[in-house]
């Protein structure tokens, strides 16, 4: 029940229920469900119950949007579902991880460190996809016709 203050839900793990602050059974709707790699367990009220709420104003963040209360309670890190981030941490850690990053270094960042310090490229004039397009191709032209001339290439 609700005795003042930020009203609380209380839920029960193993019984998977879920009392809102005004005393109302919030009902499941997503009990094995993963929100950012993380398992959670899902509840909402039913309109019958949050609409003519008094605590409504002090329960939801937008009554005037929001139907009815919805909460999620984490339960830790989903078990065998890994992070895009994890992942990626993993790929780069790998033997050929480190030689692609190598590689990348010493083929593509120069380019865009060269467009962005020298030439001054930190951000699009134009607007416009066609525009913007046009204009990365010209700086990409410039820096492909200097690569020519400083190899020796110039005539």
């Given at each position: 029940m609700y005795r003042g203050g930020e009203p609380q839900t209380a839920w029960h793990l193993e019984h998977k229920t879920c009392i809102c602050p005004a005393g109302k059974r919030l009902y499941g709707n997503g009990g094995h469900c993963t929100i950012?790699?993380?398992a959670a367990m899902k509840f909402q009220g039913a309109k019958q119950?949050?609409?003519p709420c008094e605590l409504r104003t002090r329960c939801l963040r937008t009554p005037e949007k929001t139907a009815t209360r919805q909460v999620a309670f984490f339960l830790g890190k989903?078990?065998?579902r890994e992070s895009h981030t994890d992942r990626m941490?993993?790929?780069i850690d790998s033997a050929q991880g480190r030689r692609m990053i190598t590689w990348r270094f010493a083929t593509v960042?120069?380019?865009f460190g060269n467009t962005r310090n020298n030439k001054r490229l930190d951000r699009f004039t134009l607007r416009g996809r066609k525009k913007v397009d046009g204009q990365w191709?010209?700086?990409c032209l410039v820096h492909?016709?200097?690569k020519l001339a400083h190899h020796g290439y110039a005539g």
């Open positions: 950012n790699g993380f119950d949050c609409v989903a078990l065998g941490k993993r790929r960042e120069p380019v191709k010209l700086y492909n016709i200097e």
